[in-house]
């Protein structure tokens, strides 16, 4: 789902950059299953932990102060606009999993996209119900 609505409060701004996120990693699991057996193929991953610290810092702001503050790390970058750059990074753990075994990478990786997924769903859903109660 793109959302393309007018961000109305600092949490619509947080869970329009969770679905974001979510939607760009989902295309990079993707890619690593359908993929997987090229010559030199690595699996990639968007930087969850760096992310999520990311989300869990904005709104411990916006609970403290009401205002919304998106820091930088090293693979995750935010813009004007409520913009945001997340770049991938080789997976080590399922880069050893396709050397040993290749039924376990593809396990964990569709157990990966399962993750996400829900993580999608929920922020779809908060925000669908944030709309809807905003719209009252």
């Known amino acids: 789902m793109k959302v393309t609505t007018k961000t109305l409060d600092n949490i619509t701004e947080v ?3 969770i679905i974001e996120f979510t939607e760009r990693r989902r295309d990079i699991l993707t890619r ?3 993929d997987y057996q090229n010559e030199g193929f ?3 991953d968007l930087p969850v ?3 999520a610290d990311c989300m869990t810092e904005a709104v411990a702001e916006h609970v403290s102060s ?3 503050l998106l820091c930088d790390r090293e693979h995750v970058r935010f813009g004007k606009g409520g913009c945001f750059d997340a770049l991938p990074v080789v997976d080590s753990q399922a880069l050893e999993l396709l050397s040993t075994n290749s039924k376990r990478y593809l396990e964990f990786q569709i ?3 399962s993750e996400n997924l829900m993580n999608n769903k929920i922020a779809v859903e908060l ?3 944030k709309r809807q109660r905003h719209s009252l």
């Open 66 to 68: 009401q205002r919304l």
């Open 49 to 51: 932990i760096e992310f």
């Open 15 to 17: 869970l329009t950059q």
């Open 127 to 129: 925000l669908n119900q």
């Open 32 to 34: 690593n299953i359908s």
């Open 42 to 44: 690595q699996p990639m």
């Open 111 to 113: 157990q990966k996209l």
